[in-house]
């Protein structure tokens, strides 16, 4: 017996497109991560203080879009916080 889907083929569709593009991401991701970390002149602590500017020992989201609208790179908010909460060890909305 066939199973029926709960979704129709282009939401199907749709969805698989979605996740294949999140899969790039994360290896691109991935990828700058490896890059960055085999570099002398990079610091990840150095990093971090570009986003932590009073120098509290976390960042909220909201901080790291701002710091990153002022740096030029604009990204939507929603993608920020994803971040954030996928990062986020103890739930307090900060990393």
Known sequence: M????????????ELVSTLREHIRMDREIEDAKIRLAGRPDFNLSDAFTILD??????????EILEAL???GVHI???????WVR?????????V
């Open 2 to 13: 066939k199973r029926r889907s709960a979704i129709n083929h282009d939401e199907e569709e």
């Open 53 to 62: 500017r009073n120098a509290k020992g976390w960042v909220s989201g909201p």
């Open 69 to 71: 609208h002022e740096m």
């Open 76 to 82: 939507h908010k929603e993608d920020v916080y994803l």
């Open 86 to 94: 996928r990062y986020d060890k103890d739930c307090d909305g900060r």
